[in-house]
C-alpha cells in the first residue's frame, strides 16, 4: 500500500508546485523528445528508453525501449546466521527474472505549461512485444559430511530437501547463464506525466500509471503453485530528457508564411 501513498500524493501535490515569472522568450512548443527513466514498480523496477515525436500541438506518438525486472509478492531475504553468512538471499527462488521490450504509444497534453516553474500534465498510452528471460539461482548449499565436517557445494533450490539453514547464500549470478529458458509476451502501459522543467531544451518529469504484461506461461520464480502468467502493477517513475531540433512559434509561423506565398 506505501506505493499507492506515494502516487496519491505525487498527483495531488505537482500539480500545486510553485509558479514563477513568465519567461520572456518564446516558448518552445513543437517538441520532439528523447528521455530515459527509472520506476518503481509494484512488482519489481524497469529503466524506459522513450522518443517521442510531436504530430500536432499536444498531441505526439512515440516509440520505447524497456529492461525490467520482476519478483514474487512471497520473496523474503534471508542470512545464515548460524554460519555467520556473509551475504543473504531469498528462500525458495528458483529464477531471477527480466524482461526486454519495445512497443510505441501515445501522448496527448491535457494541462499546457504557461509559467516559468510550472507543470504540464499530459496522459500516455502504450503497448508492444516483450522477452523474459529467466535464469536458474545457484546456492551455496552446505552439505554434512559427517558430524564435524562439512563442504560448500553450489546446486539449484530444491523444496523438497532444502532448508533456510542449508543455505549459505547466493552463488555467483553468472552461473546458470547457459540454462536461461525464454518467455514471449505482450505488455501494455497507461499512466499521467508531470512535466516541471524550467528549461524548454530539457525535461524533468514524474511518471504514475499502471502496467500490465501477459506471457504465454506461468513464470517460475519461486518454488510454488501461485506463480504468475500475468503481471499487473502500479509505478511512479523520474524521466530525464532533451528537446531535439525544437521549433518555436516564431519559427512555425514563418514555415507557415512562406509556404503560403509559394
Known sequence: MRLWHVILFIIVCVPLAGQGDIDPQDRIFWRNETS??????????????RDLRQTRPSHRYFIEGSVEGFKHPKEIKLSNYYFQSPGSFVFGKLNST????????????????HDLGGVSVSWFGGGGAT??????????????????????????????????????????????????????????RTGFNFEYSKNDRVTHAIEVGASLHAFTAKIPIMASEDNKQFFPAIFISYRIGMILDPVSQGGILRMLRHRQSE
Open 98 to 113: 527480466w524482461t526486454v521490450g519495445a512497443g510505441a504509444g501515445y501522448q496527448i497534453e491535457i494541462f499546457e505549461k
Open 36 to 49: 530515459v527513466g527509472a520506476a518503481l514498480n509494484s512488482d519489481g523496477w524497469s529503466f524506459i528508453y
Open 131 to 188: 522477452l523474459l528471460f529467466a535464469k536458474p539461482i545457484y546456492y551455496k548449499i552446505i552439505v554434512l559430511l559427517s558430524q564435524d565436517y562439512y563442504t560448500i557445494e553450489e546446486q539449484k533450490f530444491d523444496l523438497t530437501i532444502h532448508q533456510p539453514l542449508d543455505i549459505m547464500s547466493k552463488a555467483s549470478f553468472f552461473k546458470g547463464f547457459d540454462e536461461i529458458k525464454l518467455y514471449p509476451g505482450l505488455y501494455a
